[in-house]
């Protein structure tokens, strides 16, 4: 195992204070925790909206701290929730008076825990609510999830989100607008080569030089199937027509894209995968409003992609094409 790190033990801690000292001016971390927040956080009279999970999938979640998208993030150990009492401390350093909305990815830890905190918070006189972001069509269970899993469609709920609390739309409003990019958003993925837990030491799973894995999630949980490595116009392919099995999209209708790396897939072959998903889409009569490409909801090391299609109206279209300023989503 090759990594750039000191030690194991302190990779999350040393990751949070590097992130803080590159960008002073617009995160700060709150003390004797693993969250982040926006520098002038708490904003009186706003929505606080707060995310997190484990580690390893930078950018995310506290790439994305900032105007107009997440106030907070908590950085559990590698593909790890992060506990309770860190959430709660979130919470209560984004809090403005006018409640927090917690996104959760689908994943058990994180759904417990994110609830627990939100219960303590809840005894401590600050609003809370929640929603529970569940993109993936791959597999309906996992050894990590009960239901789909949370995927890099959550990338457009903390930007819609965020976008709507920094309009200063009411907690109830943000839930339910949060709500609508869920239901309307569908990811997929695929892997060429699995990653390292820097924990562990050794891949998570194995892949052969001409083998490839459809549907594999972000912590390298087993996808639908394995064969043999395709080009990417087929894996375009195959990818699309899962999630439009499930969204049953219509000519005329307006989306958004993201192609989102994994980890170690160079922006040209993502730019490649997104020649082919375009003409998909354009065989299909959609109109795409925006197209995201790039490292978003990354699993380490891991090379490969996913692909997320969010079906947009005119308030995703709108919070979506909004303001934001973060380090790693700028509009």
Do not use: W
Request: glycine share 12%; with cysteine; proline share 3%.
């Amino acid at each position: 195992m090759k990594k750039l790190m000191n030690d194991v033990d302190q990779i999350v801690d040393e990751m949070l204070n590097g992130m803080v000292a590159a960008h002073p001016q617009a995160l700060k971390r709150v003390d004797g925790t693993t969250v982040v927040v926006r520098k002038d956080a708490p904003v009186n009279g706003k929505v606080g909206v707060v995310s997190g999970g484990g580690s390893g999938h930078e950018p995310a979640h506290g790439g994305f701290v900032g105007k107009g998208m997440l106030d907070g993030a908590i950085a559990g150990e590698v593909f790890t929730s992060p506990t309770p009492d860190q959430v709660f401390e979130a919470i209560k350093a984004v809090d403005g008076g006018a409640g927090v909305l917690l996104v959760i990815k689908n994943y058990t830890g994180d759904v417990m825990n994110f609830e627990m905190a939100g219960e303590m918070a809840e005894a401590e006189g600050i609003s809370v609510k929640q929603v529970v972001v569940n993109d993936d069509v791959a597999v309906e269970d996992s050894s990590f999830t009960s239901g789909r899993r949370g995927i890099a469609g959550t990338i457009f709920v903390h930007k819609i989100a965020g976008a709507a609390a920094e309009d200063g739309k009411s907690l109830d409003e943000v839930q339910q607008i949060a709500e609508g990019v869920i239901k309307n958003v569908k990811s997929m993925g695929m892997s060429l080569h699995p990653c390292t837990v820097p924990a562990a030491g050794k891949p998570g799973f194995e892949l052969d030089d001409n083998e490839m894995e459809i549907g594999t999630g972000i912590h390298g949980e087993p996808g639908t199937e394995r064969t043999a490595l395709k080009p990417a116009k087929e894996i375009a392919q195959i990818l699309f027509d899962k999630i439009h099995e499930d969204m049953k999209l219509e000519s005329g209708e307006e989306i958004a894209v993201m192609i989102n790396g994994l980890g170690a897939t160079p922006l040209m072959e993502l730019y490649v995968m997104n020649h082919t998903v375009a003409d998909i889409l354009k065989q299909h009569g959609l109109h795409v409003t925006e197209t995201i490409v790039g490292e978003y909801m990354t699993s380490l090391e891991m090379a490969g992609a996913s692909l997320s299609i969010l079906r947009l109206d005119e308030t995703r279209k709108k919070y979506l094409a909004a303001e934001a300023d973060t380090t790693a989503f700028k509009r």
